[in-house]
């Protein structure tokens, strides 16, 4: 299963920037709709497309690999 970190960068960028930071705040400075980015965060193996991963590396200054992970989640 692909899982989003979007929560763990949104807290990484508010430490950094000394800051509350919203999902609203994000869905406004990238153009990405709230629900979206609820469902990134909070649904596990949210499907979205490309565009979606692009406007949040962008925003955040990452690479994919930062935004996602893999989980092994065939219990072998």
Do not use: W
């Amino acid at each position: 299963m692909i899982r989003f970190r979007l929560t763990e960068l949104i807290a990484d960028k508010a430490f950094r920037e000394r800051r509350v930071l919203s999902l609203t705040e994000v869905a406004e400075a990238t153009g990405i709709h709230r629900a979206t980015l609820s469902k990134v965060a909070n649904q596990p193996g949210a499907n979205v497309g490309t565009d979606i991963v692009d406007k949040l590396c962008r925003y955040f200054g990452c690479q994919p690999g930062e935004l996602l992970t893999y989980l092994d989640d065939s219990g072998a």
